[in-house]
């Protein structure tokens, strides 16, 4: 049976050194607290995926040493990779790659800050990739970036020269898979949680108050985080 790796880009939490943005307005130990909610969060989507379209979980983590704080947030039988170094392109290539030798057909590697990431989306992307082909499956976020990158083959090409962190990681990535021949398939447009205004965005899909994401996964450690009560100085 085909298995699908489906990893989450994470960080073990550390005040001081998790949600440094949001750490501003509710705090660095809240903040530290928060990023474990959203990892716990985007672990429980992964474990909803069906067991029968064969998918395991990976915490793709940093920094080393971190492996027991990271083996308490994700689900029972996810497995563990330490991250290929600093830079974000080297981290999701190797990932990529290391997934792939480990036997997997096709690799998903997620943001660990979209604590309401749909469980269907990630659905979606694995059937999309099992499509006959080469192909890329990629899921933009609202600041530009993306929130999902989906392979079948390591494509160095799609890491390389990115400006991370800048709202034209998306496009750019569109463009590289064009240059290659590479296929791609885009999911509806998600969001991180990075500073106040996407936590308010978290907070109003969590109360229903959203226009924009909708259906959204349940984030029963962020709901349980946020409904007791971080002041937001903001």
């Given at each position: 049976?085909?298995?699908?790796?489906?990893?989450i880009?994470?960080?073990?939490p550390?005040?001081?050194?998790?949600k440094?943005?949001?750490?501003t307005?509710?705090?660095?130990v809240?903040?530290?607290e928060?990023?474990?909610?959203?990892?716990?969060?985007v672990?429980?989507?992964?474990?909803?995926?069906?067991?029968?379209?064969?998918?395991?979980?990976y915490g793709v983590?940093?920094?080393?040493g971190?492996?027991?704080i990271?083996?308490q947030l994700?689900?029972?039988?996810?497995?563990?990779?330490l991250q290929?170094g600093?830079?974000?392109?080297?981290?999701?290539i190797?990932?990529?790659?290391?997934?792939?030798?480990a036997?997997h057909d096709?690799?998903?590697l997620?943001?660990?800050d979209?604590?309401?990431?749909?469980?269907?989306?990630?659905?979606?992307?694995?059937?999309?990739?099992?499509?006959?082909g080469?192909?890329?499956?990629?899921g933009?976020?609202?600041?530009?970036g993306y929130?999902l990158?989906?392979?079948k083959?390591p494509?160095?090409q799609?890491?390389?020269?990115?400006?991370?962190?800048?709202?034209t990681v998306?496009?750019t990535t569109c463009?590289?898979?064009?240059?290659?021949?590479l296929?791609?398939?885009?999911?509806?447009?998600?969001?991180?949680?990075?500073?106040?205004?996407?936590?308010r965005?978290?907070?109003d899909e969590l109360?229903g108050?959203s226009?924009r994401?909708?259906?959204?996964?349940?984030a029963?450690a962020?709901?349980?985080?946020?409904?007791a009560?971080?002041q937001?100085?903001a």
């Amino acid at each position: 049976m085909s298995v699908a790796a489906i990893g989450i880009i994470c960080k073990a939490p550390e005040p001081g050194r998790s949600k440094t943005r949001l750490a501003t307005a509710i705090g660095e130990v809240a903040a530290s607290e928060l990023s474990a909610c959203f990892v716990r969060d985007v672990g429980a989507a992964i474990e909803a995926v069906p067991e029968t379209l064969g998918r395991r979980g990976y915490g793709v983590y940093a920094p080393a040493g971190a492996e027991h704080i990271m083996q308490q947030l994700l689900p029972a039988g996810f497995g563990m990779l330490l991250q290929a170094g600093d830079d974000l392109g080297y981290v999701l290539i190797g990932a990529t790659r290391a997934l792939l030798l480990a036997g997997h057909d096709c690799v998903l590697l997620v943001n660990g800050d979209s604590p309401t990431l749909p469980t269907h989306l990630l659905v979606q992307a694995v059937k999309t990739l099992r499509e006959p082909g080469d192909r890329m499956v990629l899921g933009p976020a609202s600041d530009g970036g993306y929130y999902l990158i989906g392979l079948k083959h390591p494509h160095k090409q799609l890491f390389t020269q990115i400006a991370w962190g800048t709202e034209t990681v998306a496009r750019t990535t569109c463009e590289r898979a064009a240059e290659i021949g590479l296929a791609t398939t885009l999911l509806p447009e998600w969001y991180d949680v990075d500073d106040v205004k996407t936590l308010r965005w978290l907070q109003d899909e969590l109360a229903g108050r959203s226009t924009r994401f909708r259906d959204g996964g349940f984030a029963a450690a962020s709901r349980a985080f946020l409904e007791a009560g971080p002041q937001i100085n903001a």
